[in-house]
């Protein structure tokens, strides 16, 4: 019989407590003594949403396939159970075996967002782990970060042994047998880490120094050993069709916020839009072929019990064998009671039919992403979607009966005026005029009901953007009171709804994005000052980021509004995610002059991920 | 409450045990209708854009209370292979969710919980043995107003109209048998409160619930388990 971690009267006491017990429907339980290796992995979010993550699962697939691996989960535990293991002294415990995650070997922490990044102190604090990575000894796991925030990961580089850039499927093995060769030969944390510095896609921090200029851009890297290469080469899977896929995946008692099957179809776009991390981290672009994808949907649905399916890319519309697939589903499904979860789809008369079959009209609302409001904006961005796409899609849709519409845009892009701003309400204004125009009166069953919600840009590492100015608070502010008063101004003002972000997070998320190891102290000082689940409105405290930024001299306009220069070295430069520097450049310039870049499927522009030889659409 | 015309369905007596106990009713019945789907077995659906299982579940359980004899009714739209229903459905079970036996119901048979009327539930005491004059005069009072704290709210009882009947198995063990009406049902751990209140010395470890009872035409418990045939 497992056991828990927990006790009765703490289990009793705490919100949710299925969150820490474990025992999920396709979890893996294996003998401790027939494993060599014991890795945790780690979402540093609570539960619900780290079961909702597919990267987790697929590692979490990959490492129990090899037979000297038993790898578990962990992720936050909640405020009301995190006061409680202090309290009493409780180590943080893996959920499957219900052990301390000290005894582990490896501990690896999945960055999805920044804002995640305090919640990574707190597990390692529980854990009874030191947080400073210098502080660990030959007894303490290996810590390893992955993940998109992985691709700069300077501001936490000092809680890390190591960081793993790239997709997880490719050099873990090598990695693992490693430490089995290193454990034989009597192992030294140093020794073994320094030997993980050579395999691909492994990032020693402790091996590299950072040099700084007077004004703290960054002068150069340099390797603290000899033999210490001072670039990390991005990993990437090459073929997705025999790569590991978690088809029986775990399946939580408690509701995850993706409750669902996921379907990865594709890694990477080929749209190239300039604000987008996702687009050049993941190129090149690499397709799952149909067949496989139709095999994967009948061994989760079979594995899974799951209700619903969704499918999960960068861009669906840009997989080929999307209709095949599609409808194939909607066969299958219908015949297995599952419901189909649709992307974002260009809207056109397929992609109407689909969603008129697997939706309840009355009940589903059309997205668009248009990102920005006018079509100079657009191309700056280089957002292939027009005005008269979003029109035709529109009217479409409502001849088809729909009349909720929902429209995603961005304000605080890179050269981005008043003008910009108020198109956003002009279009939404659009969106609705097209509505009555498109059905007469006695076809109008409801009122067009339309939602404009506005994020706000923040520059990241990697894309064409990275050399932009953030906005600052108060032109945060500024730009969501203009676009409230725009909408409010239009004729059809009642129709359209508007929602905007927080504008207090996006300022802090945008200092780590594009921050140094300057910020690990910050960090480490919030978090101490009760900073946790920064993520949550609830929870996060701006007030005590304020302190530590203050108390480290670190001012936050470095890291966002201020200009850089075409020549700077970037705190992440040191990899090379394939996608180039020059590349990166050439389209910054390009934004500036509102000039778009062609869609790679039709042409390619040289951005340099070709040379991972991978995927069907890339040309060497 | 329907009545089905054909003896289309079926009802599972499960345990919990272990670990998940400390999961919600709600998350139980989401676990048995994924397992019901993983299974293959032809069960029946809802119509609609969401079609959803006919399932009904019995009484609610406590977080955290362990049961030998909880009960949820299938409404199926064929019948599977009756001699193995428990091994297959065990197959897609976990640790400490077990299937114990399916009963294919009669006919007439009322399909739905409401037909719940009592409950025994299972006490573990530490010992009994000093105990048994006082709880023979606790079971055998005519009324017993009792007043306690669930959820901040204070109730007030009168808990020898919901307690039906007691039996000490050993100096350990000891089984009530209360009302688990929906609108009577007496949280078991009330009983002990009261007995513990009534000046009970032995200390309670433990309880879980044992089985679960509807009442035939002359008011008769029967377990929810023999209203058709059963299937091990």
């Known amino acids: 019989m497992r056991k828990t971690a927990l006790s009765h009267d703490i289990l009793m006491t705490v919100d949710k407590p299925a969150r820490y017990i474990g025992g999920e429907f396709n979890s893996v339980n294996k003998n401790k003594e027939d494993i060599d290796i014991r890795f945790c992995m780690c979402f540093p979010d609570v539960y619900e949403i780290g079961m909702s993550h597919l990267g987790i699962q697929i590692l979490y697939a990959m490492f129990n396939s090899f037979e000297d691996t038993w790898c578990e989960r962990v992720y936050s535990p909640w405020p009301d159970l995190d006061k409680i293991m202090r309290d009493n002294n409780i180590p943080l415990f893996a959920l499957e075996s219900q052990d301390p995650i000290k005894d582990f070997d490896f501990l690896g922490i999945t960055l999805q967002y920044e804002m995640c990044y305090t919640n990574i102190l707190q597990v390692l604090e529980l854990s009874q782990i030191p947080i400073w990575a210098k502080d660990r000894s030959n007894d303490d796991p290996i810590v390893i970060g992955g993940g998109p925030c992985a691709y700069n990961p300077e501001p936490i580089a000092d809680f890390f042994d190591i960081f793993y850039i790239g997709e997880g499927e490719v050099s873990y093995r090598a990695l693992l047998d490693l430490y089995k060769e290193c454990k034989k030969e009597g192992y030294s944390r140093e020794d073994f880490l320094f030997r993980a510095a050579k395999i691909d896609g492994i990032y020693v921090p402790s091996l590299i120094e950072v040099k700084y200029n007077d004004d703290f851009t960054i002068k150069e890297f340099t390797a603290k050993k000899e033999g210490v290469s001072i670039t990390v080469k991005k990993e990437v899977e090459t073929n997705l069709n025999d790569s590991y896929y978690p088809v029986k995946p775990i399946i939580p008692f408690i509701k995850a916020t993706q409750d669902r099957i996921t379907l990865e179809i594709m890694r990477g776009c080929p749209r190239g839009c300039r604000f987008c991390q996702a687009g050049q981290l993941y190129r090149p672009i690499r397709t799952r072929d149909v067949e496989v994808l139709k095999d994967f949907a009948r061994q989760m649905i079979e594995n899974s019990g799951y209700e619903e399916i969704n499918l999960s890319s960068l861009s669906s519309s840009d997989y080929p064998e999307l209709k095949e697939l599609i409808l194939y589903l909607i066969d299958y499904c219908n015949e297995k009671k599952v419901n189909i979860s649709l992307p974002s789809l260009r809207i056109d008369a397929f992609s109407l039919d689909v969603m008129g079959k697997v939706q309840d009209i009355k009940k589903s609302s059309l997205t668009f992403a248009p990102e920005a409001g006018s079509q100079r904006m657009r191309n700056v961005i280089n957002k292939g979607l027009t005005e008269e796409q979003i029109l035709e899609g529109s009217r479409l849709a409502f001849l088809g009966g729909w009349n909720k519409v929902k429209l995603y845009f961005m304000l605080g892009l890179p050269f981005e005026t008043d003008e910009d701003v108020v198109a956003i309400a002009e279009l939404c204004e659009k969106v609705a005029k097209e509505y009555y125009e498109t059905l007469p009166k006695e076809q109008r069953k409801q009122r067009v009901s339309i939602t404009a919600s506005t994020s706000f840009f923040i520059p990241k590492p990697f894309t064409p953007f990275q050399w932009a100015s953030q906005f600052s608070l108060e032109d945060f502010r500024d730009k969501a009171y203009l676009t409230r008063t725009s909408i409010m101004a239009q004729l059809n003002q009642r129709s359209i709804k508007y929602n905007w972000h927080d504008t207090d997070v996006s300022v802090l998320e945008g200092v780590f994005a594009r921050g140094d190891r300057r910020l690990s102290k910050v960090i480490y000082d919030a978090y101490k000052n009760g900073a946790i689940y920064d993520a949550w409105n609830d929870y996060f405290k701006y007030d005590i980021w304020l302190k530590a930024f203050d108390d480290n001299n670190i001012d936050m306009k470095f890291y966002t509004v201020r200009k850089r220069e075409l020549d700077e070295i970037f705190p992440w430069d040191f990899i090379d995610i394939g996608v180039t520097k020059e590349y990166l450049k050439r389209e910054w310039i390009k934004a500036s002059e509102e000039k778009t870049t062609e869609n790679c499927m039709i042409k390619c522009n040289g951005c340099g991920a070709n040379k991972y030889g991978a995927g069907k659409f890339c040309f060497r | ?232």
């Open chain 2, 1 to 232: 409450m329907t009545v089905k015309a054909k003896n289309m369905v079926i009802r599972f007596k499960f345990k919990k045990f272990g670990p998940v106990i400390y999961i919600g009713h709600l998350d139980i019945m989401r676990f048995f209708q994924k397992a019901i789907r993983r299974s293959g077995i032809d069960a029946a659906y809802t119509e609609g854009f969401s079609p959803h299982l006919k399932l009904s579940f019995a009484q609610p359980l406590s977080v955290g209370v362990e049961t030998d004899g909880d009960y949820f009714d299938l409404e199926m739209n064929s019948l599977p292979d009756m001699e193995n229903i428990v091994k297959d459905m065990n197959a897609q079970c976990v640790e400490g969710i077990e299937i114990v036996n399916a009963t294919l119901l009669d006919d007439d048979t009322v399909n739905g919980m409401s037909s719940v009327k009592a409950a025994d539930y299972l006490y573990y005491f530490d010992d009994l043995s000093k105990d048994l004059k006082l709880i023979e005069a606790f079971f055998s009072q005519e009324t017993f107003i009792f007043e306690y704290v669930r959820k901040d709210k204070v109730k007030t009882k009168d808990l020898m109209e919901d307690i039906y009947e007691y039996r000490i198995l050993n100096d350990k063990e000891m089984l009530v048998k209360v009302n688990a009406s929906s609108a009577g049902n007496l949280k078991a751990d009330v009983v002990t409160e009261a007995l513990e209140k009534y000046g009970m010395k032995a200390k309670c470890i433990k309880f879980k619930r044992h089985d679960l009872y509807t009442a035939d035409d002359e008011g008769a418990f029967v377990s929810l388990r023999d209203k058709g045939k059963v299937y091990d």
